[in-house]
């Protein structure tokens, strides 16, 4: 069934219900019952639940799941036995300023390049204390850690997504030294978002960009009142926590143990990459490396660490719904032909030196609206790379185009799985922090755009 526009609803219902309330959950489940309402065809509530089940059951939403139940296990672990708190004083004798913190926090994105769920959890969880005590909004550190993310793993060619969209262009029969993965490493001068969007984030980070929309609004309140996170109840509580949190003055000549929190992490690194970028081998190996210092160093004891291993699963229940929910939602833009319904929007516009310009703009749109990342890619590969060489067109620059559109939207999409590790982290709702980094995307977005304008009239 052909469903036209209508494919186009839940994600407006989606964006109506989050910006007039800012709660991410009541957004995504009105999404659901709007898009069960149009497909109905065995009541509103059967067809609800079958999509819910279907989630339930995708392979890619228990592999998330599982990831983020990992990651709250580590973090738990991290917080439990003052891990973070060693790692912040210790951190603190080299940071002494809001740029240096922001710096700091910029630099362990590239140090945690395997994969962007990963480096969203760690390096929020890691810099609260430390952004915290200099004044820094929450919504600044979730844009200087989402934003640094997505860009730095589609740019190096050993992380998950370099795998995947080498895989994707050697499928279509593109390749570099007979291989898919490189013509990804070849193209990837060409992935103008990734570059543009880390230099966007320096900016700001040195204070060359100033806070601009609501991030603007954000900085001015923490600055004359020190509170961290933006106007609104949901967020009392947290805010006076961290108030007295960074009231507190540590001694910084207090004998501190940073090992406990480097360790871990440089042990998940390695790990993940021996194991062919297995970020769950990796995790699990930072999560046993954690047990085994902290009974060495009898920081905490047995029943204790098993207290936090609990507590670690249970605090990623939040997350867990509101994945299912975005899974149910990708589900059934699939099954309302809404891909099918925007490329035959924009196909025509798909001409020549304009193709590239056009195809991010394309999968920018679509990934934002969607928080489908490579799913998108999955869909879309096999219809530009051909079209791309039927034009004469560079199918490495159309493909680049395609993964900078991915990234843009692992970068803004508040129900994107990205938007809502890094929400989890600095504990925001996602809803605040899609709106905060909205200008910020957008600027890095309008120059990728006259990038492959400029591109595509060079090399066709």
């Known amino acids: ?93 080299f940071v002494n300023s809001k740029r240096k913190a922001l710096l700091l926090t910029y630099l362990l994105g590239f140090v945690i390049f395997l994969d962007d769920y990963l480096n969203n959890l760690v390096v929020g969880t890691a810099m609260k204390p430390m952004t915290d005590k200099y004044g820094i909004p929450r919504s600044q550190l979730a844009y200087v850690v989402n934003s640094t993310a997505a860009p730095i793993c589609v740019l190096i060619p050993i992380s998950s997504w370099a795998v995947f969209f080498g895989t994707l262009l050697e499928g279509e029969g593109v390749t570099y030294n007979g291989t898919g993965i490189g013509a990804y490493i ?9 570059w543009i969007a880390l230099i966007v984030v ?14 603007k609004k954000h900085a001015k309140m923490a600055e004359e009142t020190g509170r961290v ?7 009392d509580e947290l805010s006076e926590a961290a108030i007295e949190r960074a009231k507190f003055e540590v001694d910084t000549d207090k004998k501190v143990n940073p090992i406990l929190f480097l360790l871990p ?25 954690m047990f085994v210092l902290l009974l060495i160093t009898r920081r905490m004891k047995v029943f204790a660490i098993f207290e936090a291993i609990y507590e670690g699963i249970v605090s990623m229940a939040f997350v867990a719904i509101l994945v ?41 749109v679509y990934a934002y609206c969607t928080g489908c990342f490579w799913d998108l890619a999955a869909i879309i590969t096999p219809l530009v790379i ?21 990234a843009f939207g692992s970068n ?49």
Request: proline fraction near 5%; charged fraction near 10%; charge should be negative.
């Open 1 to 93: 069934m052909d469903y036209g526009i209508l494919s186009i609803a839940p994600i407006v219902i989606v964006f109506a219900v989050a910006l007039s309330t800012k709660r991410t959950l009541l957004a995504l489940f009105s999404g659901s019952v709007g898009g069960a309402l149009i497909l109905g065809k065995t009541g509103i509530f059967g067809t609800w639940f079958d999509y819910f089940y279907q989630s339930f059951a995708d392979p890619d939403a228990e592999w998330l799941i599982m990831v983020t139940c990992l990651f709250g296990v580590l973090v738990a672990l991290f917080e439990s036995s003052g891990a973070i708190d060693d790692f912040a004083i210790w951190v603190r004798r």
């Open 186 to 194: 070849h193209s990837l001068p060409l992935v103008f978002y990734g």
């Open 202 to 215: 320096l900016l700001v980070v040195l204070g060359v960009l100033p806070p601009i929309g609501p991030m």
């Open 229 to 235: 996170f933006p106007p609104g109840e949901v967020y």
């Open 265 to 289: 992490i440089l042990i998940m690194i390695v790990v993940t990459i021996a194991a062919g970028v297995d970020i769950i081998i990796g995790t699990t190996s930072a999560i046993g490396t």
């Open 324 to 364: 299912i929910l975005a899974y149910m939602l990708q589900k059934m833009n699939g099954d309302l032909g809404l891909a099918e319904y925007v490329i035959s929007v924009v196909e025509p516009l798909m001409k020549g030196a304009f193709l590239p310009a056009v195809v991010f703009i394309f999968c920018a």
């Open 386 to 406: 051909p079209l791309a060489i039927a034009m004469e067109v560079d199918p490495m620059l159309a493909g680049a185009a395609i993964f900078s559109g991915a």
């Open 412 to 460: 803004t999409c508040m129900y994107g799985d990205a938007m809502i590790l890094v929400s989890k982290s600095t504990d925001m709702q996602p809803v605040d922090n899609m709106l905060a980094t909205l200008p910020y995307a957008a600027v890095s977005g309008g120059l990728t755009v006259i990038a492959y304008i400029v591109t595509g009239f060079i090399m066709c």
